[in-house]
């Protein structure tokens, strides 16, 4: 993972640490797992429409940050514009989609056995190892990512649990807990937690309403359906690059190193 606000000075620097990120793993991944599918986050995520708060607590954080985030959107736009134009590989991104939809979407549609490797630190993604044959692989740790349980039971505690990196209240919790200042969430106690995992009724509507709500957040299969459909149209277009095209790119930006290391970026 590359972290742009590090290189604000120096977006040749930015340009060629993503492209060399997706050399690595698809020479690292492309014997055992095939063809490489890069998919991206957009704009309008549809999560924010039915819980407005979502990722509300990191749009606060960037204002108070001291970084320029607009010229850091317009850099990684413009690189992610050079991925999909130029690689050899499908690229999909749907408005009102997040990388995690796609994702999930391409996963759950797929028909046949074979194995399927997801690089993402993201634990969001460890209840997609309910399909059979699905791993995942940590690019921050360099690690295996596994369930502590097993991938349904994972994903019903987390619902539980909430997400506050997105926003996500625990299920005792108001919505807007986490966005308002010196407020604090209720705490889940492990006693309620298992009256909850046996019955999601087990303490009142209100409590049953929350989980509805972390569950439309967190569960991947909740993505509505005309946005699925969109994601695997996308997935069916060819690659709009190739190696070819990777070629002139790398050579416009003098990139001496990833020209060396083309045939790293072969499908097979």
Same mark, same amino acid.
Request: with cysteine.
């Given at each position: 993972?590359?972290?742009?606000?590090?290189?604000?000075?120096?977006?040749?620097?930015?340009?060629?640490?993503?492209? /060399?990120?997706?050399?690595?793993?698809?020479?690292?991944? &492309?014997?055992?797992?095939?063809?490489?599918?890069?998919?991206?986050?957009?704009? /309008?995520?549809?999560?924010?429409?039915?819980?407005?708060?979502?990722?509300?607590?990191?749009?606060?954080?960037?204002?108070?940050?001291?970084?320029?985030? !607009?010229?850091?959107? !317009?850099?990684?736009?413009?690189?992610?514009?050079?991925?999909?134009?130029? *690689?050899?590989?499908?690229?999909? &991104?749907?408005?009102?989609?997040?990388?995690?939809?796609?994702?999930?979407?391409?996963?759950?549609?797929?028909?046949?056995?074979?194995?399927?490797?997801?690089?993402?630190?993201?634990?969001?993604?460890?209840? +997609?190892?309910?399909?059979?044959?699905?791993?995942?692989?940590?690019?921050?740790?360099?690690?295996?990512?596994?369930? =502590?349980?097993?991938?349904?039971?994972?994903?019903?505690?987390?619902?539980? &649990?909430? =997400?506050?990196?997105?926003?996500?209240?625990?299920?005792? *919790?108001?919505?807007?807990?986490?966005?308002?200042?010196?407020?604090?969430?209720?705490?889940?106690?492990? *006693?309620?937690? =298992?009256?909850?995992?046996?019955?999601?009724?087990?303490?009142?509507? /209100?409590?049953?309403? &929350?989980?509805?709500?972390?569950?439309?957040?967190?569960?991947?299969?909740?993505?509505?359906?005309?946005?699925?459909?969109?994601?695997?149209?996308?997935?069916?277009?060819?690659?709009?690059?190739?190696?070819?095209?990777?070629?002139?790119?790398?050579?416009?930006?003098?990139?001496?190193? +990833?020209?060396?290391? +083309?045939?790293?970026?072969?499908?097979?």
């Amino acid at each position: 993972m590359v972290r742009v606000d590090d290189y604000m000075d120096q977006p040749e620097l930015v340009r060629h640490q993503i492209f /060399n990120i997706i050399r690595q793993y698809n020479e690292r991944f &492309r014997n055992e797992f095939g063809e490489m599918v890069i998919c991206m986050d957009h704009t /309008n995520v549809w999560r924010k429409k039915f819980f407005p708060q979502y990722k509300a607590n990191r749009k606060k954080a960037r204002k108070q940050s001291k970084h320029d985030w !607009t010229a850091i959107f !317009t850099m990684m736009n413009a690189v992610r514009e050079e991925v999909e134009n130029y *690689s050899p590989y499908r690229c999909v &991104r749907i408005e009102g989609c997040e990388a995690d939809d796609v994702i999930a979407a391409i996963i759950e549609a797929k028909n046949d056995p074979s194995p399927t490797v997801i690089v993402s630190p993201d634990k969001d993604f460890i209840q +997609l190892q309910k399909y059979p044959n699905v791993k995942q692989f940590s690019n921050i740790q360099k690690k295996w990512v596994e369930p =502590d349980v097993d991938a349904i039971t994972d994903l019903e505690m987390k619902i539980l &649990r909430g =997400d506050t990196g997105d926003g996500i209240p625990n299920v005792m *919790s108001d919505d807007d807990v986490l966005v308002e200042d010196n407020a604090r969430q209720t705490p889940l106690r492990k *006693s309620k937690m =298992d009256m909850l995992m046996k019955d999601p009724e087990a303490l009142g509507t /209100n409590i049953a309403r &929350r989980i509805i709500r972390n569950r439309d957040m967190i569960d991947l299969s909740r993505t509505p359906a005309y946005l699925k459909q969109e994601i695997l149209e996308s997935y069916a277009q060819p690659a709009k690059g190739s190696i070819n095209r990777l070629m002139t790119l790398f050579t416009k930006h003098q990139m001496k190193l +990833l020209i060396e290391s +083309l045939q790293d970026f072969e499908v097979i």
